[in-house]
Nanobody, 123 residues
Framework: QLELVESGGGLVQAGGSLRLSCAASGRTFGNYAMGWFRQAPGKAREFVATISRSGSSALCANSVQGRCTISRDNVKNTVYLQMNSLKPEDTAVYYC????????????????WGQGTQVTVSS
């Protein structure tokens, strides 16, 4: 069993930045590729970023490209999502997720999910 706990969300004005963290426990963190997804009310869960088990490969969604950096620290068992130049349309609950295979942009491919952290961007 792998437990994931997100933190770092909050209220930020447009153009600002946030760094979200996801702390993992329960199993060997380095055995899992990680992802970040977001979901706004009434909308489907949307891919944001993913990173491989070693951190050697990473990908951000087109909608956040240039404003997004995903990284991981396998010693601290933590994955991070740095979001810059935030826009009101970035407002959503952000979830981290883990899977035992390679990185993926598909939410259904992930086995473990955190509880989410709210990001609200004011205009």
């Amino acid at each position: 069993q792998l437990e994931l706990v997100e933190s770092g969300g909050g209220l930020v004005q447009a153009g600002g930045s946030l760094r979200l963290s996801c702390a993992a426990s329960g199993r060997t963190f380095g055995n899992y590729a990680m992802g970040w997804f977001r979901q706004a009310p009434g909308k489907a869960r949307e891919f944001v970023a993913t990173i491989s088990r070693s951190g050697s490969s990473a990908l951000c969604a087109n909608s956040v490209q240039g404003r997004c950096t995903i990284s991981r620290d396998n010693v601290k068992n933590t994955v991070y999502l740095q979001m810059n130049s935030l826009k009101p349309e970035d407002t959503a609950v952000y979830y981290c997720a883990a899977r035992s295979l390679g990185l993926s942009t598909i939410s259904s491919a992930y086995e473990y999910w955190g509880q989410g952290t709210q990001v609200t961007v004011s205009s």
